[in-house]
């Protein structure tokens, strides 16, 4: 199992937020987490990958990590990141005068020499990145601007699904990366999710919207009220809630 | 992982906060002419200089302390601070003939400071002068710069040696009138650096001071003077500590460069006094008043400062520029943290015509510390077509502390075209959780953050003082965020 939450409880500013979270995820599996707002779905990301804004009163997270089963709980966020968790941001942060390149080579670089692959420098970086920038339609000079600065909301999204796909994660919480996009940024994003789809790692899709998983065919879909999974199904939980809301379940 | 709430900087080991034990010959307490009279037989200096020491403290004696910046702090005694304090030399002989003759505990400070002055271990390729307390202890390669006509030695060997320069600059650029800093310093100023390059050369290898404040209850108040003849090169680096004391201590200084026809001096900085400590007891007052004249014509003067210590910082390297053509640069790093108060900037004064100044200054603060940025562009009458680009920008590390800018313009012709900008922004527990969750440490994570906003004026440093800048603002921000 690449993910397994047990009864996970958290708080922020004292206030409980996750009251209880059973999820488990195995490598290859697209899961959906969809609920009103306030329920808990960015929390749940959030503390998954380490925001320290966020307090983990109970429970347990643990992650595989060469065939054992590690507690994430214990580790810090950059080590989670450096073991294979990626967040992409519902609102990617500005990073002013760190340029796009040296930001994601940096990020690559931290990952490849804990996983123990060769880093890169700018030379061999530059096609490899043009190439995953490519399957986001992003163009080179974005390169070159500082990281997320004067980008679009649309920019920002694709910029993440860039360092996704750059990354290579083995488990990936995307919070609300279709909030804000119009059909066609939609559709660019989807795409490039689903060229990351693999056997081997698994996606987590936090929304609001059935509209996303028209594009991204999850093999569950959760349901989130008040800090805890209320229903689970497949894909046609979605569909349902897309037409008759929330309020059937609770 | 820190809270918002623990962003509360903790100040770290100063690694320079040592202090050592070594007799000193030390005037007392209290400032008056016979003081003066002191300092300047102890020199053994011409008439002329005493003369000029004694007409600047008449007139510090009229002046009260600038009130205009925005610093708060106790009022400084000057009668409670010594203002001359030399190592004891071994006997009554003059300096001693080699560095290697140093007293022993002398060289190990300044080993220990990262500055190996004995023959066989000095670092190639940089002339330093050291300067301790009140006096300049040694200055390396001098003989090789000699070859090639430049002159650096400590000011009081200048004045009898080459008392002709030092009568014609000293005070040219910064007369003793100028502030009440400058007059106390005209007044009672004990050493510093001197250097002439002539005509046409470049100077080989960068030139270097550095000061070390440390005996109690004393003063530094060196004075510097540079000086490039036509078509001449000077690098020239500086850079400062002192011990860890819970007492306020003074550092008044001056610096004067001049440029003459088609000469360039590049002048950086990276101060690193004792900023107190996370109360905010103790740490250096620094009151330096540093100005370069463009004297002549297509001449450049840059100051880069990387300004990260002292309790509280008061400085603006300005530059005047005379000669038609020439240019000015100020390049800034402030980093202010716990208690720090630092009120610095720059002026460009455009008197000559087709005259350019740039302005790119770079505030970072934390903790409850205060950070402001004082500037003035100046375009004189017959300053015709005269340019000027400001960049001003400020960054907050939690929310307890504040930045301000304050960009005087004062254009007289209309010919001028002046640029400014200027941004705010925060490192904010955001931000590093974005990078975090990319996988960079805490550590990697400020190192880019810090790298991308000060790059500007990073990449005007020599290169290892950039590296040596880099590692010392990660450091204290490190203490800072986490």
Redesign the interface.
């Known amino acids: 199992m690449l993910l397994n939450i047990e009864d996970l409880h958290a708080t922020v500013e004292d206030k409980p937020v996750l009251k209880g979270i059973d999820l488990k995820i195995e490598p290859g599996q697209v899961h959906a987490i969809m609920g009103p707002n306030g329920s808990g779905k960015s929390t749940l990301s959030k503390v998954v990958?380490?925001?320290?804004?966020y307090e983990v009163t109970g429970g347990k997270v643990s992650f595989e990590i060469n065939f054992k089963d590690t507690d994430l709980l214990e580790l810090?966020?950059?080590e989670?990141?450096?073991e294979g968790i990626?967040?992409a941001?519902q609102y990617?942060?500005?990073?002013?005068?760190?340029t796009n390149l040296?930001?994601l080579m940096?990020?690559y670089n931290?990952?490849a020499k804990?996983q123990g692959f060769p880093e890169m420098q700018e030379e061999a970086f530059l096609p490899f990145v043009k190439e995953k920038m490519k399957m986001v339609q992003m163009r080179e000079e974005f390169l070159y601007r500082?990281v997320n600065g004067g980008f679009s909301g649309g920019e920002k999204k694709r910029n993440e699904i860039l360092?996704m796909a750059v990354?290579n994660p083995r488990l990936a919480f995307l919070d609300e990366t279709d909030s804000g996009l119009d059909i066609d940024a939609l559709k660019i994003v989807a795409e490039g999710v689903n060229n990351l789809r693999s056997k081997d790692n698994g996606i987590v899709l936090v929304t609001h919207y059935q509209r996303l998983l028209d594009y991204i065919k999850p093999d569950f879909v959760h349901v989130l009220s008040d800090g805890k999974i209320i229903k689970s199904g497949g894909p046609e939980l979605a569909l349902k809630l897309e037409s008759e809301g929330y309020d059937w379940i609770q | 992982m820190p809270k918002s709430s623990e962003l509360l900087s903790e100040q770290s080991e100063y690694k320079y906060g040592f202090y050592t034990d070594i007799e000193s010959l030390n005037f007392g307490k209290g400032l008056n002419e016979d003081i003066i009279r002191k300092i300047s037989l102890r020199k053994k200096e011409p008439e002329w200089l005493l003369e000029y020491r004694l007409k600047a403290f008449k007139h510090w004696l009229t002046l009260r302390p600038p009130e205009w910046a925005d610093l708060d702090f106790v009022p400084i005694d000057f009668q409670e601070i010594s203002y001359y304090s030399e190592p004891k030399p071994k006997d009554d002989s003059d300096k001693p003939q080699s560095l290697d003759d140093l007293d022993p505990e002398l060289l190990k400070t300044f080993e220990r400071l990262g500055i190996p002055l004995g023959e066989q271990k000095r670092i190639s390729g940089v002339a330093v002068d050291v300067v301790f307390d009140s006096v300049s202890v040694g200055t390396t390669h001098t003989e090789e710069l000699k070859k090639y006509g430049v002159i650096f030695c400590s000011i009081s060997e200048a004045v009898h040696d080459y008392p002709d320069l030092v009568k014609k600059y000293l005070g040219s650029v910064v007369p003793y009138k100028d502030n009440f800093y400058a007059a106390l310093n005209a007044a009672v100023f004990s050493d510093g650096s001197f250097v002439y390059v002539p005509k046409g050369v470049k100077c080989p290898i960068d030139l270097s001071t550095y000061f070390r404040i440390n005996a109690m209850d004393t003063g530094q108040f060196e004075r510097t003077l540079v000086i490039a003849d036509e078509g001449s090169y000077v690098n020239y680096l500086e850079g400062c500590t002192a011990p860890q004391r819970d007492e306020n201590q003074l550092h008044a200084a001056i610096v004067e460069l001049v440029a003459l026809d088609d000469a360039e001096i590049k002048y950086s900085t990276v101060q690193n006094w004792y900023t107190g400590d996370k109360e905010g007891r103790g740490g250096i007052y620094n009151f330096v008043t540093k100005r370069g004249l463009c004297k002549g014509k297509r001449s450049k003067i840059s100051w880069t400062q990387v300004e990260s210590g002292s309790a509280i910082t008061w400085k603006y390297p300005s530059c005047v520029l005379q000669g038609d053509y020439s240019q000015g640069a100020f390049y800034s790093v402030a980093l202010t943290h716990d208690f720090m108060q630092a009120d610095t900037g720059t002026k460009m004064i455009h008197v000559g015509k087709n005259t350019k100044s740039t302005i790119i200054s770079k505030g970072i603060s934390s903790g409850q510390s205060k950070n402001n940025y004082r500037g003035l562009v100046k375009v004189m009458p017959k300053a015709e077509g005269a340019r000027n680009y400001s960049q001003c920008d400020s960054m907050l590390v939690g929310d307890r502390c504040s930045a301000n800018t304050y960009p005087y313009l004062e254009v007289k012709n209309k010919t001028a075209i002046l640029e400014h900008e200027a941004s705010t922004s925060r490192i904010s527990e955001d931000q590093l959780f974005y990078l975090q969750s990319r996988g960079m440490s805490m550590e990697e994570s400020i190192s880019l953050l810090v790298n991308g906003f000060c790059k500007e004026v990073f990449k005007e440093l020599p290169l290892e003082f950039a590296v040596e800048a880099v590692k010392l603002i990660e450091m204290k921000l490190e203490n800072s965020v986490g």
Not at chain 1, 49 to 53: E, F, K, L, N, R
């Open positions: 990958a380490g925001h320290p804004s810090d966020p950059d989670r990141a450096r990626f967040l941001f990617p942060v500005e990073v002013p005068g760190v040296e930001f940096t990020s931290a990952l804990h500082s360092q990354l």
